[in-house]
């Protein structure tokens, strides 16, 4: 296998599709949105092309005792109302700075190839600690986007998040606008110790009002759901935890 393969799964017919990237990062929040996005337009979704590289990691994946070979995937979605979208999902990013920026390279020819006029990268940005209002940060490439992204509601902070923003997202942003393209990156505040599929709702939220689409939430509530009783069970454990460490009277008697 070369460094980097592009597979001609099938063509779909979309009309200046916006590329939408999920690949795994702070809180899975850009996987969960993106996969959500695939699974709940399944009618409406064609997969078009699989990119394998040395890159990712030296493993399969296995399905129903069937493996195939590490890749990201890129789905063609024509959903009855909205805008036309090529979605970005896979289980990996790249091990190496330089797989990073050749792996974006090969994603936005793909944008290229399909006329793809927007470009949002999906990601969390870690509080470091547990929230329930959940506020959505974006950074994009050109200035004129900021203004009506802000007018959806995603916030535009001064120096967050902390550190840039790093792997394809990043790129995404960086190369994609030298390339020519209105490219925003979407980032929703989460724990960043646990999968946050609120963070992921609060994303899709905003892209609903920005594509004009309709996407139903269930399947990705159930999982907020069962995410909170982990969390309950986390907190009742530290507090359980605490409560052996404090001193009693006895333990605190002056002996002398």
Same mark, same amino acid.
Request: charge should be negative; aromatic fraction near 4%.
């Given at each position: 296998?070369?460094?980097?393969?592009?597979?001609?799964?099938?063509?779909?017919?979309?009309?200046?599709?916006?590329?939408?990237?999920?690949?795994?990062?702070?809180?899975?929040?850009?996987?969960?949105?993106?996969?959500?996005?695939?699974?709940?337009?399944?009618?409406? =979704?064609?997969?078009?092309?699989?990119?394998?590289?040395?890159?990712?990691?030296? @493993?399969?994946?296995?399905?129903?005792?069937?493996?195939?070979?590490?890749?990201?995937?890129?789905?063609?979605?024509?959903?009855?109302?909205?805008?036309?979208?090529?979605?970005? =999902?896979?289980?990996?990013?790249?091990?190496?700075?330089?797989?990073?920026?050749?792996?974006?390279?090969?994603?936005?020819?793909?944008?290229?190839?399909?006329?793809?006029?927007?470009?949002?990268?999906?990601?969390?940005?870690? =509080?470091?600690?547990?929230?329930?209002?959940?506020?959505?940060?974006?950074?994009?490439?050109?200035?004129?986007?900021?203004?009506?992204?802000?007018?959806?509601?995603?916030?535009?902070?001064?120096?967050?998040?902390?550190?840039?923003?790093?792997?394809?997202?990043?790129?995404?942003?960086?190369?994609?606008?030298?390339?020519?393209?209105?490219?925003?990156?979407?980032?929703?505040? =989460?724990?960043?110790?646990?999968?946050?599929?609120?963070?992921?709702?609060?994303?899709?939220?905003?892209?609903?009002?920005?594509?004009?689409?309709?996407?139903?939430?269930?399947?990705?509530?159930?999982?907020?759901?069962?995410?909170?009783?982990?969390?309950?069970?986390? @907190?009742?454990?530290?507090? @359980?935890? @605490?409560?052996?460490?404090?001193?009693?009277?006895?333990?605190?008697?002056?002996?002398?």
């Amino acid at each position: 296998m070369d460094d980097l393969e592009i597979d001609a799964v099938a063509e779909a017919d979309v009309e200046e599709p916006v590329l939408i990237e999920g690949l795994p990062g702070v809180g899975h929040v850009g996987t969960l949105a993106a996969e959500h996005l695939v699974e709940e337009l399944d009618a409406e =979704t064609t997969l078009v092309r699989r990119l394998y590289s040395r890159e990712f990691p030296p @493993q399969v994946s296995v399905e129903e005792g069937v493996a195939e070979l590490t890749c990201a995937k890129l789905h063609a979605i024509s959903p009855e109302a909205g805008r036309d979208m090529l979605v970005l =999902t896979g289980d990996h990013q790249a091990q190496s700075n330089a797989g990073h920026y050749a792996l974006t390279e090969a994603f936005l020819d793909v944008a290229e190839e399909f006329d793809v006029s927007e470009i949002y990268a999906l990601g969390g940005v870690p =509080t470091g600690e547990l929230i329930e209002e959940y506020d959505v940060i974006g950074a994009v490439s050109d200035a004129d986007l900021r203004e009506e992204l802000e007018e959806l509601g995603v916030e535009f902070r001064e120096d967050e998040p902390a550190g840039g923003i790093v792997g394809v997202s990043g790129l995404l942003l960086g190369l994609g606008g030298r390339r020519g393209f209105d490219a925003a990156c979407l980032m929703g505040e =989460t724990s960043g110790y646990l999968v946050d599929p609120k963070s992921a709702r609060a994303i899709l939220e905003l892209l609903e009002d920005r594509l004009d689409l309709e996407v139903g939430y269930d399947s990705l509530d159930e999982r907020a759901e069962e995410m909170e009783e982990v969390i309950g069970k986390i @907190q009742e454990m530290e507090q @359980q935890q @605490q409560s052996m460490e404090l001193p009693s009277d006895d333990d605190l008697r002056y002996i002398g």
